[in-house]
């Protein structure tokens, strides 16, 4: 059973960058595309953006200036920057992976979260 | 940018039909899934590709997607689905979801 776990610092000051790993355990990370998403306290889910084990890259319009996603198969595991950070980016932060079909991509697992609270 | 639309609360009676909308312009010429997210809880896939359940997930759940509207419908609600449900869609390459329904049962 594929299972992601989620690391990274739990506070970041503001401004600066955000960085967090999801590794992959159970099953190899090559061919699926894997995803972030984001959800502030109380609030709804935010896709941040997918990438490909070929480095291929979708991104949120909205966080597409600020945020990079990379991909290392050989540690089975791909991370997000995500620069400039403000309050509002304070939020759980889930790892996933992405099951495509045609246009359609749907999340079969889901890590279980990391909270990233930006404060100083 | 593409929006889906859910309604933010929805109650339903112990073993009644609860039915969840999502509504976004067009949304059945997409695919359409359903998560559900407990307190303190990762999402859950519940449906995918409109109407397909994924291993595991209770036959009580269904979906269906047509015109602008997606819709779960959970036939003989039990209070463990007391949770908040999420529709999600692919358009222009980007995911977009709803903004979450919490569905209590009373």
């Known amino acids: 059973q594929v299972q992601l776990q989620e690391s990274g610092p739990g506070l970041v000051k503001p401004s600066e960058t955000l960085s967090l790993t999801c590794t992959v355990s159970g099953g190899s990370i090559s061919s699926y595309y894997w995803s972030w998403i984001r959800q502030p306290a109380g609030k709804g889910l935010e896709w941040i953006g997918r990438?490909?084990?070929?480095?291929?890259?979708n991104y949120n319009p909205s966080l597409k200036s600020r945020v990079t996603m990379s991909v290392d198969t050989s540690k089975n595991q791909f991370s997000l920057k995500l620069s400039s950070v403000t309050a509002a980016d304070t939020a759980v932060y889930y790892c996933a992976r992405a099951y495509i079909v045609g246009a359609h991509n749907w999340f079969d697992r889901w890590g279980q979260g990391t909270l990233v609270t930006v404060s100083s | 940018s593409y929006e889906l639309t859910q309604p933010p609360s929805v109650s339903v009676s112990p073993g009644q039909t609860a039915s969840i909308t999502c509504s976004g312009d067009k949304l059945g010429d997409k695919y359409a899934c359903w998560y559900q997210q407990k307190p303190g809880q990762s999402p859950v896939l519940v449906i995918y590709?409109?109407?397909k359940r994924p291993s595991g997930i209770p036959e009580r759940f269904s979906g269906s997607n047509s015109g602008n509207t997606a819709t779960l419908t959970i036939s003989g609600t039990q209070a463990m689905d007391e949770a908040d449900y999420y529709c999600q869609a692919w358009h222009s390459s980007t995911v977009v979801f709803g903004g979450g329904t919490k569905l209590t049962v009373l």
């Open positions: 990438i490909y084990t070929s480095g291929s890259t």
């Open positions: 590709q409109d109407t």
